[in-house]
């Protein structure tokens, strides 16, 4: 499944005011809690990960807590998506696209002080990609044949095949560079080369951070000396701890129904900005009725988006056509393909040999969009005389048993949050049962070269195959909702990669 990653994911910061008496703010008439509330953050998330090491597991909330905070890549993706020099700091491809050689930083070191050089980055790559290896990308690095160390700062990728998204993989949290003896124990004493050190992990409760005096890029200027991630599950609950100031941030806000109850609020801000997170209907294309491409595309015909936005999260999202987001390089508006048309529904359900309708039952999570939008889906189906049963299917242990292994499901929804994940309807297995030879070639083809307006014209080409032949119901990216204290600076208002990162967080007056 790889960092699919669906959405039974929201995730939110927090940061605990450790409150020492600053004897200069004493000196203004501040408490000492209100000197550290200035370089403290608590940043709230719905969803508390199971474990720390993202390089080892694939849920969302592990990089929320870990990527760029703790652990940094040869590459990062930054705030736009695009791809940065990180650990290393430039590097060099070869015409045939075969060797990557990379220039790595000098002078970095992890938190428990052990340097970072070229055998270090081997040694992360070789366990990503070995044949034991557990990382949740491990096809990231399939298409590497050898990692060399010339010398210990130049790193050597020579590859079996091009793979023209291998540096952009490389910024991912499932590519972090780890140090190789703390590297077993990352799971819950994570250690890396990052602004902020780990500092302690109360199960059910928080996690601490404190900023690390010792770290390598001088150029960032961290105005934050500890941030803590304090994990809380119920929107009520996330909307009290908010409004009472226990937590500073919640990034993604998990009730879009509640996003009205701060208006007026002169101390938080709601800021709106857009995710990877594709909620989609994914059918069974092997099992019958859905085996029929006519009764797919009549069934996204019977869906008004619009309706399914604003039924399932308060109208906050935005309608797609494809397995695609506005966020993301090449994208096309194919909502048109298939617009809302009972009539027409209808009348290729006749021909698909379905006059009546028919009668099945969709498998959905237990997590709030997946059930209003299944509701929403039930009353627009029975419009053409299709009858949809809901079974609420515990997320993620039975629904990933189910679906996502045993394939054993007639319709399912899901909101996916890795981003770029167009190439999961090429995998096999994958649990759509999806097979189409020349969308396959289409991605082949991506990876063949590494010219971005060549990658974006072939990934255009790639999202109208899916919007043609409808293997899963697209309907909406869901939106980033954040609600923070307005005097709280350096949060990502989008969210090209699931993340929450602190580098740039700060307080100002």
């Known amino acids: 499944m790889g960092r699919m990653t669906l959405l039974g994911s929201a995730t939110i910061l927090k940061s605990a005011a450790f409150g020492l008496a600053i004897s200069a703010g004493l ?12 370089t403290a953050i608590t940043v709230g998330m719905a969803i508390e990960p199971a474990g720390l090491d993202p390089t080892v597991a694939a849920p969302v909330a592990i990089g929320q807590v870990t990527w760029q905070n703790i652990f940094e890549g040869l590459t990062t993706i930054d705030k736009d998506g695009k791809i940065k020099p990180q650990l290393a700091e430039s590097w060099q491809i070869s015409p045939d696209g075969l060797t990557y050689t990379f220039k790595l930083r000098q002078g970095v070191k992890f938190h428990n002080g052990v340097a970072f050089d070229s055998a270090v980055a081997k040694f992360s790559i070789d366990r990503a990609r070995g044949a034991d290896s557990v990382n949740p990308q491990k096809r990231y690095f399939a298409s590497i044949d050898t990692v060399e160390t010339p010398d210990a ?3 050597v990728l020579k590859l079996k095949q091009p793979a023209g998204s291998l540096l952009y993989w490389l910024g991912w949290p499932s590519s972090t560079i780890v ?6 124990d990352n799971k819950t004493t994570p250690i890396g080369t990052g602004p902020f050190k780990f500092v302690s992990w109360s199960k059910g409760s928080k996690v601490d951070l404190a900023r690390n005096t010792d770290y390598w890029n001088k150029a960032v200027s961290l105005k934050l000396d500890t941030a803590a991630f304090r994990f809380i599950s119920d929107p009520q609950a996330q909307a009290a701890a908010l409004k009472a100031g226990d937590v500073d941030a919640f990034p993604e806000f998990g009730a879009p129904e509640l996003i ?9 801000t709601t800021v709106i900005g857009n995710t990877e997170l594709k909620v989609v209907a994914g059918m069974n294309n092997t099992r019958k009725p859905f085996s029929d491409k006519k009764v797919r595309q009549a069934l996204m015909m019977a869906v008004d988006r619009a309706t399914v936005v604003e039924g399932a999260w308060s109208g906050f999202g935005t309608p797609i056509g494809s397995h695609y987001t506005p966020n993301d390089r090449g994208y096309k508006d194919l909502t048109g393909v298939y617009p809302y048309d009972t009539a027409k529904a209808k009348a290729l359900l006749a021909e698909a040999g379905f006059p009546n309708g028919f009668t099945f039952t969709i498998k959905a999570p237990q997590m709030a969009y997946a059930q209003r939008t299944s509701q929403v889906l039930q009353a627009m189906f029975a419009e053409i005389g299709v009858t ?3 079974e609420t299917t515990e997320f993620p242990a039975k629904w990933v048993a189910d679906v996502l292994k045993a394939a054993d499901y007639d319709m399912t929804i899901v909101a996916h949050a890795e981003p770029m994940d167009i190439d999961i309807y090429s995998r096999d297995p994958y649990y759509f049962n999806y097979k189409n030879p020349a969308f396959n070639d289409v991605l082949k083809k991506v990876e063949m070269t590494s010219d971005a307006a060549g990658q974006e014209k072939l990934y255009g080409e790639a999202q109208t195959i899916l ?31 699931p993340s929450n990162v602190l580098t740039d967080v700060h307080w100002v007056e």
Request: proline share 6%; net charge neutral.
């Open 179 to 184: 140090e190789p003896k703390s590297a077993a």
């Open 153 to 155: 700062a130049t790193l």
């Open 260 to 268: 009205k109850s701060f208006e007026g609020d002169k101390r938080l």
């Open 467 to 497: 919007a043609n032949d409808v293997p899963a119901l697209f309907l909406f990216v869901m939106p980033k909702l954040g609600v923070w204290d307005g005097k709280v600076k350096g949060l990502w208002e989008n969210e090209p990669i």
């Open 27 to 38: 000196l203004l008439g501040q408490t000492g809690a209100e000197a550290a509330a200035k």
């Open 388 to 390: 949809m049963n809901i």
